[in-house]
């Protein structure tokens, strides 16, 4: 079945870029998705995919994807302390039509003054 | 302004203590869907409903009911909480099921079971 992959934890300081990695499994065309979740709060999504592109880029946010590697990326340029958060990058799952989003572990960002 | 509201926001309860947590949404979608969160394992999806009457179990079901009787409601039953069932809870909605849906959260209920 579909999986989604993250590492747990990164730590950068104020200024640095930060790269989040997430690696995925189902083949079919999908939409692939960032979520942020702050302490205490909801998620909200960042940026969104599609699985027929290979990069998507929203001010600081840059999306990258490799196709063939099933592996997406999350760049965070100039990164602030208010970007201390949870990441979880998330597809969109196609089998049985459940509208069921799969979701990585997520990702701690830790920003450094 | 377009949301999704769940509440509590927090919950302690004690082991077998029927409890409802609420969740609405004013976008009139169809699509409503139940996650819990848990510790290096990210969002699993517990229930989910294409529509009115229409519910269908997600991967972690057990110990849960969900109803649907209106279009903007989807609360979720725990008739008898269990200790393992503490955890984040969240409500999502979309206008479909479909992948190009985008599903829209809410802030989430922390619930704890003794």
């Known amino acids: 079945g579909e999986d989604v992959e993250q590492s747990l934890f990164l730590s950068v300081r104020e200024g640095d870029s930060s790269v989040i990695n997430c690696t995925y499994t189902?083949?079919?065309?999908?939409?692939l998705y960032w979520y942020k979740q702050e302490p205490g709060a909801g998620l909200q999504l960042l940026t969104y995919?599609?699985?027929?592109?290979d990069m998507k880029q929203d001010q600081r946010l840059t999306v990258l994807l490799n196709k063939k590697d099933k592996h997406l990326s999350l760049r965070i340029a100039d990164t602030q302390t208010g970007d201390s958060a949870i990441y979880f990058c998330?597809?969109?799952?196609?089998?049985?039509?459940?509208?069921?989003?799969?979701f990585g572990q997520g990702t701690t960002l830790q920003v450094k003054p | 302004e377009a949301q999704v509201t769940q509440n509590p926001r927090y919950l302690i309860t004690v082991t077998g203590k029927k409890l409802t947590v609420t969740c609405s949404q004013n976008m009139n979608h169809e699509y409503m869907s139940w996650y819990r969160q848990d510790p290096g394992l990210g969002l699993r999806q517990i229930y989910y409903s294409m529509n009115v009457e229409v519910t269908d179990k997600g991967d972690v079901p057990e110990g849960y009911k969900v109803s649907r009787k209106e279009k903007r409601n989807f609360p979720l039953i725990l008739e008898s909480p269990s200790p393992n069932q503490t955890s984040l809870y969240f409500c999502?909605?979309?206008f479909g099921s479909g992948i190009y849906n985008e599903q829209f959260f809410g802030p989430g209920t922390r619930l704890t079971v003794l």
């Open positions: 998330a597809e969109k799952c196609r089998s049985g039509n459940t509208g069921k989003l799969i």
């Open positions: 999502a909605s979309s």
């Open positions: 995919i599609f699985s027929n592109m």
């Open positions: 189902d083949s079919s065309s999908t939409y």
